[in-house]
Every structure is written in structure tokens, then in C-alpha cells.
């Protein structure tokens, strides 16, 4: 079943202690639909600028991603750029140019207001809330945040995570959004604001997923060097989300359905650091997916 | 079967940002032989000064150690002082007096030299050395280390590695030991170093291990606050290897085993942090252990 995605489409400017990469393809939607795709169609919902390249949109449904709510429009895309400490996790951002995204107003394509899947990817919370009430009756909504939003603009992230089905953040976002130090006290704070389920990630160090009766802790896949880990949690997001709607799952479904798409997300999330920008996601087999997911089931053997 | 331990027996002062308390029992073979006990026979070797308290040594032996090995020794007690930041990860050492340690060479009770499983705690590697030489033939060597060491006394350390079955460190003096980033390089680096196996400590994040043909992830229970996280390193090894002694572990047996011992020693050191000093390991019933290692096995459950 369908997943309609809406995020951001941009270029990254990504600086590591060993290379720098100039205007490559990022931003949520982009990480999160090349990953998703692999379960499930994809519908990404969008904003680019004059400037974007063909071969980027080209490269996104040479995939299969239906990318007709993807919108053209005058001005520059959505431009980070930022740089990586030697731990390759600590970045600073060195630039933020919104472009076009600053008027972004998403408008689905007709017949993508019925699609049973939602991922509100990492932008603004209002804009998130406008896509959310523009589907009709969505099986499943998943909504990532970050502390920008937590920050700033807490009263309109409040407002639509009351109607979100489960929330992806990181570690140190959880612990900002619930004040709670305890990741247990802090999902289970979390709960109560809305979202059913919460999958906290940890970067090299796994993700845990709090569900409606258990917690589940998957570690990550152990590298043997990270090149830019710039979109892995959009990735994360990917497997997860195309893990459930593959299967079919529901706000009501067992954990256990979801605990599976934690094996996915952590899998297709861990080639995502191995390349520059959505390199590793483009020429990913099902066999290397399979294998990871092995991999960590092994990992988890007690 | 029993375990030997060779390491400090120390008082504490630690700060924390709600709390100081000084002088508290701590050091590495402290913490080690209250968990340990738990599980095997615990053999304790170490000094300490005119003022330690004859409470604390009752301590240990009113719960089964057996102090024999522990000398009394003209002048003050092993002291370390650190303060502990917000995250209750990072500290700083405040000071660190080593009193009788200075001149500290440990002697083996008559008997002791035939001890089966060995557990050189972290203390300068030509100790661990020495009293790895004076044990005849043990069925298992287990050491633990910390960046100290590696940083000033490399040779000393590479001259026991040589000897010992099994490594524990943290996953920063994983990195360090071995001059790799990613931990399963690490982990491969230093098995040419000696050790078989290699069990990597990531705090709040678990702890991964390396055996011979397989790697396993346990993550760390999830506590609701963190009084003091001294000891909880030495805690894990009590367990790991005091439930290895049990299973009467040797060197070839399979990874299962340890891999067993490693929720043992996460669900043992899982409630150090709770309390300050040794309080939580004296207090503890073996329906909490086996409660904690059942919350484990629910996390890892794919």
C-alpha cells in the first residue's frame, strides 16, 4: 500500500575531515523515499528550485518514486551545508538557506488524499499538520521532528502530535521534548502527548522502540567507517515506514509487526553512512538488505 | 568454581550534581567481588590502609568473599575523587591518591594459586601480570584495562594481553588500544593482540561482544535516574564472569556461553548506577537479577 511522504528535497553541502562534497541530493523526502521504495510505492510531496538538476528528479523515478507532487518553483532549493567532527557524529551547521521551502505550501496530487500511509518528515510542524489534515483517513502516521521544532515552535508540534500514530526523534530530542533524563520516562511522557508508539534513535548506538506493551533495543550495524552519515535517520525512516505498509500494518496492529520494522529501518539505515549523499541506496540489492537484517537478528541472539 | 581477583580496594569520594559523599567503599575488585559472589566463590586480593574500616572488610566477607588476600598495609587507603557533570557520563577526576597502592605487590594465600578463573581488575598490567604468572593453570583469564594504561604502560599491557582469554574495555579505549574507529575492527585488532574474545562497555548504550565466530549486542537496562555511576564497569565483569564460573566456562567453550554471561553482567551492572558506592549489590535479591536479565531478552527479541 502507498506511502505518501512529504519533506524536504535539497542539496547538501557536506564537509568531512576528509572530503567535501558540494550541492549533492539530500534532504528528508529524498533519503526517506529512495529507502522506502523498496516496500512499497512511494508518493513524495515537495518543493525544488530553478536550480535543481533534472538528473536528481530523474534518479527518483528511475527508482519508482511518484514524484508528480513534487513542485517546481521560482528561487533556489532548500541548501545545508554543514561539517563533520573526526567522531563523524558532532556536526556543525554552517548554513541554512531556505530558498523556496520558506513558501512551501504542500498540495497533494488528486487521488493522493486517500493513500493509507503518511510520513510527515522533518519540517516545519504546522506544514506537517496542513498534509495530515489533507488526507482523509490514513491506516498509519509517522512524524519525525528535531530540536529546532522543539524548540521554537513547541505549541504547533504539540498541536499535531496529538494526531500522529508513532514519532521518530533521537535521543537527546526525546529528553528535550519530555524533560525527562530516563529514555523509558521520556517515550512514556511522550505517549501521553499523543503518539501511540515511539522509536528513539541512537545513531551508532541503535534505536529502542516503545510500544503500546513492550520496548524493544536493536543495536546498530557495526561499520568499518562512516563517510557521511547525513540522512541516516531519514533512511531509518524509510525501512521502518515501508517495512509497515508492506505489511499492511495498522495503528492497531501488535508490536511485533513493528519490531520487525525496527530490523528494516536499522538496516537500511546503515548504508546510508558508507557513501556520500543517497549513493548506497541507489545500488543496494535485496540480498545486502537481507543480510543485515540477519545480521542483526544474530547480533541479538542472547 | 572459584574466582580469583586481583584489584583496588579503594574509598570514593564522588560528586555528583545533587549529591557528595565521601569516602565511600569503591575500587574495582570491591564492586567486582559483591557482584560476583552472587553467582561462584570470590577470592579477593588487594590492599588496603591504617584507615579503612574494619566495617567495609565485614562487608565483604559477611557476604561470602573471601578477604584473605586483602593486607592491611601502613599508611592511607587507595582514594579517588572525581565529580560527575549533568549527563552522569562524563566526570573528572578531582584527585587520585594511591596511598599503600603505590607500593602495592600482591601476594596469593596458600591454595589461591590453583584458583580456576582469574580476573586481573584494572590495575597496572605488570601486577596483572605478576599475578597471572603465580596462578598455575587457570581455566579462563579475563582482564579489564583503561586508558591510563594504555596510554603510559602500552608494553606492559601488550606483554599480558599476550596471556589473557578475555578482554573487557570501554568502546573509547577500544579505539584507542587498537588505532581503529569502527569497533568490529577494533575488536579484530585486539584479538591479534592475545585476547579471544573481547567484550566492548558502551555505558547507557550496552555492550557488545567479539568471540570467536560471532558478535552479540546487549543493550543496557533502562534506568529512570542515575545516582552514581561509579563501580558499574566492574559490576558488569562481576557478573559476566562470576556467571561464567558457574557454567564452568573454560577457554574453548562456545560463544553461547558468554554470550549468556553478558546479560548477567549488563542486568548486574544495570543496578550499580542506582545507588551510591556498593548499596545496590548488598541489597539485592537474586528475583531482581533474574527479573532484569528476562527484561534483557524481552528488549533483544527481533
Redesign the interface.
Known sequence: MSILVVGSVAYDTVETPRERRERQLGGSASFFSLAAIRFAPVRAVGVVGEDFRQEDLDLLSSRGVDIAGIVRAPGDTFHWSGRYHAD?IERDTLATELGVFKDFHPILPKGWEASPYLFLANIHPALQEQVLDSVETPRLVILDTMNLWIDTTRDALASVLRKVDVLLLNDGEARMLSGK?????AAASIRDMGPDRVVIK?GE??A?YFGRG????V?AI?????IDPTGAGDTFAGGFVGHLAKAGADRDSDDAIF??AM?SGTAMASFCPQTFSVESLTHLSDKALAERVAC???????
Not at 542483526?296 to 542472547?302: G, I
Request: aromatic content about 0%; glycine content about 6%; overall charge neutral.
Open positions: 563523524m533524563s530516563g529514555l523509558a520516562e541512537k548506538h541503535g529502542l513492550s520496548v524493544m533495543a543495536p557495526l561499520l568499518p567507517e562512516v519490531r520487525r530490523l542483526l537478528e544474530a547480533m541479538m541472539t542472547p
